[in-house]
């Protein structure tokens, strides 16, 4: 078995960057792995809980990510999450070049835990999953891919960044929560 937290501890090709202190978020009972861009220094790091700030409150981004559970009868608490980068990336420019670094460790991750559908939220999250460069997000996201990682077929949604930076947060995810993630979600039952 590979011990991930020392591949990510180990691992330098970003640089010498802060780093993850886990493997992985493992949250919840659903089969569903939300995957995020990079760890936010405020964020789960500290509070150990995926969209929550040290004081236990929801972050901007996990009450809209809530909502958009909601709509398929699930919350925060039943699904799992982690980043495609696995260090505190400080300057947006590097978020590609990083998250294909990742690549091989966050295919273990996704190795060890039985995750059936994988949302990946925003441009670099699919593009890692994915494999191939996206120019406009709005063409893959909504659209359902089946993926082989480590043996196993996966089916990937990509998703519109949950933060309320971006206009879609909640009304681009919407009709794909209410379409193809329900359905999804029905099958898996």
Known sequence: MVDIETMIKKCNKCGNLEKLTCDTMKIGKSRILVLGESPAKDGWIVSKRAFYNKDGKFQATGKVLERLLNLVDL?????????????????????????????????????????????????????????????????????????????????VIPIYHTSPASPLCFKGNEPIFNGVIKEELVKER
Do not use: A
Not at 95 to 117: A, H, P, T, V, Y
Not at 120 to 141: A, H, N, Q, R
């Open 75 to 155: 919350s925060i608490d039943d699904i799992n999450f982690t980043e495609v980068c696995k260090c505190i990336i400080e300057d947006r420019k590097t978020l590609r070049k990083c998250s294909e670094n990742c690549k091989e460790i966050l295919f273990k991750q996704i190795g060890k835990f039985n995750f059936d559908i994988i949302l990946p939220m925003g441009v670099y999250p699919s593009e890692t999953i994915l494999g191939f460069k996206i120019d406009k997000l709005k063409d893959v996201v909504g659209k359902k891919y089946e993926i082989d990682i480590e043996g196993s077929t996966k089916i």
